[in-house]
T-cell receptor
Framework: DAKTTQPNSMESNEEEPVHLPCNHS???????IHWYRQLPSQGPEYVIH???SNVNNRMASLAIAEDRKSSTLILHRATLRDAAVYYC?????????????FGKGTLLTVNP | GAVVSQHPSRVICKSGTSVKIECRSL??????MFWYRQFPKQSLMLMAT?????????EQGVEKDKFLINHASLTLSTLTVTSAHPEDSSFYIC????????????FGPGTRLLVL
């Protein structure tokens, strides 16, 4: 899977929006952009994924650049429960290899 | 999304003993499950891909004879850490895929292993 680059850490205040960036300049045409998050001492949790168009779900929004070389996960109103490590992962839609390769992710701290 | 459980949630064992960790897909049939390991302050590292009814596929550097994986049914995969040593102490997490192309993975809550 292609590599992604994320900031090591970010900080936000409760009830404010948070924009978590991810760079993936070597993305290929068949790569989906996935976001997972991991709360302390828990397994990762699926957040959202997309291919080309922006995506929205109940947890977050995913904004994908037109050239697909970067994307941004948007939490519209951060809560204390959103404090976690957020992973941006590329996964090819082709073949039968469904495994995910985790990078270091972004540690999000939410201040009350 | 899919619900995945793990048992036990934490285990403490003596060096040299074997420990079995169960991963269950509670609400759908999983032909493929994944096992990850996570050391403190580090990211998840894939250990192996567990395939129902066939042998698991191990990542480079993971000893298949030490980490035995069995996926005998569509809802259960087990990871046995044989002859555990303190360096095997870690957070073990399983996951399973869902979707037409299994685009989304759902993770278990993890098992914390401490080897004394």
């Amino acid at each position: 899977d292609a590599k992604t680059t994320q900031p090591n850490s970010m900080e936000s205040n409760e009830e404010e929006p948070v924009h978590l960036p991810c760079n993936h300049s070597t993305i290929s045409g068949t790569d989906y952009i996935h976001w997972y998050r991991q709360l302390p001492s828990q397994g990762p949790e699926y957040v959202i994924h997309g291919l080309t168009s922006n995506v929205n779900n109940r947890m977050a929004s995913l904004a994908i650049a037109e050239d697909r070389k970067s994307s941004t996960l948007i939490l519209h109103r951060a809560t204390l429960r959103d404090a976690a490590v957020y992973y941006c992962i590329l996964r090819s839609s082709g073949g039968s290899n469904y495994k995910l390769t985790f990078g270091k992710g972004t540690l999000l701290t939410v201040n009350p | 999304g899919a619900v995945v459980s793990q048992h036990p949630s934490r285990v403490i064992c003596k060096s040299g003993t074997s420990v079995k960790i169960e991963c269950r897909s509670l609400d759908f049939q999983a032909t493929t499950m994944f096992w990850y390991r996570q050391f403190p302050k580090q990211s998840l590292m894939l250990m192996a891909t567990s395939n129902e009814g066939s042998k698991a596929t191990y990542e480079q550097g993971v000893e298949k004879d030490k980490f035995l994986i069995n996926h005998a049914s569509l809802t259960l995969s087990t990871l046995t850490v044989t002859s555990a040593h303190p360096e095997d102490s870690s957070f073990y997490i399983c996951s399973t895929g869902q979707g037409l192309g299994q685009e989304t993975q759902y993770f278990g809550p993890g098992t914390r292993l401490l080897v004394l």
